[in-house]
């Protein structure tokens, strides 16, 4: 079974559980039974849920700031980081390669935007380039045959 359809079925048993939890139909309506198995049901999806976000930060994929969908975490990182790295002119930082990370935070700033860039790996394969180029297409700007840094600089900063 393939994950969209183990998706789908999960959204539309989750869907279901809800429908059941909060009906509130007197006569013919759900049992107390059929609503507790329901709100367990729920409840260890929430579970799930959790541990799935935990688990992925935890492995770098999703920084929280990507999940609240701001940037007070990303701040906070500069705010902490050390003194002493100096910014380079900005020549120099679009002629250096995108790092990982780089390509990483990228990836996840077009999935939170509606582009799939495939696995948020850090690797610029061809389904990122296409994303990015959806993306550049989204805001009437030509594509790109390669990442660079100055072309990805709006979502990088």
């Not at 183990?6 to 759900?30: A, E, H, M, S, V």
């Not at 507790?36 to 409840?43: T, V, W």
């Not at 002493?84 to 780089?102: L, V």
Request: proline share 6%; glycine share 10%; aromatic share 6%.
């Amino acid at each position: 079974m393939g994950l969209r359809s183990r998706t789908r079925r999960f959204g539309g048993q989750f869907r279901t559980d809800l429908g059941t939890l909060f009906c509130r139909q007197i006569r013919g309506g759900p049992s107390l039974s059929a609503r507790a198995h329901a709100l367990d049901r729920l409840a260890g999806s929430a579970v799930l849920l959790g541990a799935m976000l935990a688990g992925l930060w935890l492995a770098g994929r999703v920084v929280p700031a990507d999940l609240i969908g701001g940037r007070v975490a990303e701040s906070a990182q500069a705010a902490s980081a050390p003194a002493t790295a100096q910014p380079q002119p900005d020549g120099a930082a679009a002629s250096e390669p995108m790092t990982a990370e780089e390509i990483r935070k990228l990836q996840n700033w077009l999935v939170m935007l509606g582009f799939d860039p495939g696995p948020v790996d850090g690797i610029a394969g061809a389904r990122t380039l296409d994303a990015f180029n959806q993306y550049r297409a989204s805001k009437r700007l030509d594509p790109v045959s390669s990442l660079e840094r100055a072309d990805a600089a709006e979502l990088l900063n």
